[in-house]
């Protein structure tokens, strides 16, 4: 459980308050300079912000955007380094995971490939056993298919321990697939929290003659000299005029960031300040 409330740091973050419920895996997605990162500082307990709190449940693991790893050492040695800095540590599943991955326990950090080195930085901060596993763009400088294994590899772990999961990413398309909530930041404010099935389902792409109204909320929009197509909240009211289709993830955040004052959040009454 993340429980957010009125975060501010400066223009980074302002007013960001998210309540996303336990084992949820969420997608945090906004463009360069949002506040991501600021934010999942925030979460983790990195930076304390000016105003507002953060509640998170349990153990959190976080995996920095700059992996944090050594070069020089052996991927052995960085999990001696785990058991010894943690307490909660599994050192036989971490073992085995690593195994499984084909990923040698006497190779120096510095000489794996950019995948290995982040399935490395995975599998320590999962042999953490976190109820909360927090992580920075982890897909960032990995080619489609690392990034897909990548993924594939964490929703392993999840269905495994139930743990609830942020990730990062400025690629929507990455998360897809794996993610069951969406937060939008943008700006340095929460501009969509929720979760996905339902945004999806209450979100219309609408596209029709030009000076027609939709007569639906209108989140925002695109014309060509004959049309125009509009992301529309809420049931639409039938008119053949209009052609009516379902959104994509991606058309849904493209649009929010195309519109920032436009927001799609659940009333947060209940958040504790
Ligand atoms: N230590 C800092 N002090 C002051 N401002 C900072 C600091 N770190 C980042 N910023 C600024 O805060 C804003 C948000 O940065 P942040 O790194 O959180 O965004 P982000 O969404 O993670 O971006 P990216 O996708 O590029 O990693 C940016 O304008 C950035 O320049």
């Not at 982890?138 to 080619?143: R, T």
């Not at 125009?228 to 005029?241: E, M």
Request: charged share 25%.
């Amino acid at each position: 459980m993340i429980e957010a409330s009125g975060l501010k740091i400066g223009g980074r973050l302002r007013d960001c308050s998210v309540r996303v419920p336990d084992g949820r895996v969420v997608a945090l997605v906004g463009p360069n300079g949002a506040g991501k990162t600021t934010f999942l500082h925030v979460v983790v307990g990195l930076l304390t912000p000016e105003r507002g709190a953060v509640r998170t449940a349990g153990e959190v693991a976080f995996v920095a955007q700059d992996k944090p790893l050594y070069d020089g050492f052996r991927v052995a040695e960085m999990l001696t380094l785990g058991r010894r800095l943690n307490t909660r540590w599994d050192d036989s599943y971490a073992r085995e995971r690593l195994a499984g991955l084909g990923i040698p326990l006497d190779r120096k950090v510095g000489r794996l490939s950019g995948g290995q080195q982040a399935q490395v930085a995975l599998t320590i901060a999962l042999a953490r056993r976190p109820d909360l596993l927090v992580l920075d763009e982890p897909l960032a400088n990995l080619d489609p298919l690392a990034r897909h294994e990548v993924m594939r590899s964490l929703m392993g772990a999840v269905a495994e321990t139930g743990m609830s999961v942020v990730i990062s990413s400025h690629v929507v398309s990455d998360l897809v697939d794996t993610c069951d909530w969406l937060i939008v930041l943008n700006e340095g404010r929460v501009q969509v929290s929720g979760d996905i099935d339902e945004l999806l389902s209450e979100h219309r792409m609408m596209t029709g003659p030009l000076g027609l109204s939709p007569n639906a909320h209108v989140v925002g929009g695109s014309r060509t000299d004959k049309e125009q197509t509009v992301l529309v909240r809420g049931a639409p009211v039938a008119d053949p005029r209009w052609r009516v289709r379902a959104v994509s993830l991606d058309d849904l955040v493209m649009a929010y960031l195309r519109s920032p004052e436009a927001a799609a959040l659940p009333r947060l009454e209940g958040v504790r300040t």
